[in-house]
C-alpha cells in the first residue's frame, strides 16, 4: 500500500524554537487519522507541512509520493484538499456558496469571469448536496453561520476530488447540533472506501468521527502516540497528551472523555 504521507524526523524550527520536533508518521491509503493535541502542540503546523504550505527546518516529508523540495508544489496542491479556518479570510465575502466550491477546481478563491464547465458545476452541487447545503448555493459566503462556513470548506476541500483531506478543527465553534451533524457527515465520508485519506485535527475526542481509524497525539511538538484508535486512545495517554487525569469511554464508535473528580 503507497503511503499518502510520510514524514520521518520532521522539525520545525522557528525563532531557535521547534513548534514541532522530530515528527516520524505516516499515513496509507484507506486511512483516517485524527491529530489531537492541547492548544499550541504544534497540530495546524504539522497540517501546514502535510499540505505542503510548509518546509520542515529538517527532516524529510513526502506527501503522495512527492517530496517535498523536490516537486512542483503547484502539481500537488489540487491533489490535496485543504479546509480550515486560515481560508475564510482568503474567500470572498460576496461570493456565491456555488462559487465558493467551484474556484477550488481552478485553483483560485475568487471567481474571473471563468467559464466553468457544466460538469465541474454539477460536482459542485452534487458536494454541497453531501454536506448538506443543497439550500444554500445562491447565499453570499459571508453571510453563513459558522457550521454552514465550515460545512462550505469541506465541500470546496473535494472539489479538486483529492487523494488527501486535510481537516483543521472542523467543528469548532459549531453548537451541539451543528457538531453532531457534521460528525455524522464525516463518519460517512469516512466510511466511503472511495472517499481520499483524511486527517482531521482537533482538540475534542467526541469530534472523532465514527469509521476513523488512526490517532497521532502531539504534545509540545512531539509525538506521544501514534496508532490505531482502539489501541492508541487510551486514558493514560489521553491524560498524558492533555496534561491532567482524564476517563476516557467509548459507546458505538463515539468517543467521551472527562476529567477526574478533583480530591
Ligand atoms: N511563525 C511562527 N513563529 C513562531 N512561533 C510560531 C509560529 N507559528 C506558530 N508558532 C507557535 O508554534 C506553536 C504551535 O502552533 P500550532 O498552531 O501548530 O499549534 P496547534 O496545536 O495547532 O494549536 P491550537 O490548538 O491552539 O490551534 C504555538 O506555540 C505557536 O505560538
Known sequence: MSDVLELVDVSVVRDGRALVEQVSWSVAEGERWVILGPNGAGKTTL?????SYLYPSTGTAAILGEKLGGVDVFELRPRI???GASMVDKL????????????????????????YDTSDESRARLLLDLLGMAEYTERRFGTLSEGERKRTLIARALMTDPELLLLDEP????????REDLVRRLGALARDPQAPAMVMVTHH???????FTHVLMIRQGKVLAAGPLQDTLTPRNLSLCFGLPLTLE?????WSARGLPLG
Open 250 to 254: 467509548r459507546h458505538a464508535d463515539r
Open 81 to 83: 484538499g485543504l479546509a
Open 47 to 51: 497540517l501546514q507541512v502535510a499540505s
Open 171 to 178: 467543528a469548532a465553534g459549531l453548537d451541539l447540533g451543528g
Open 205 to 211: 475526542v467526541e469530534e472523532i468521527p465514527p469509521g
Open 92 to 115: 470572498p465575502r460576496r461570493q456565491t456558496v456555488l462559487d465558493t466550491v467551484l474556484t477550488a477546481a481552478y485553483g483560485m478563491t475568487a471567481t474571473w469571469r471563468e467559464q
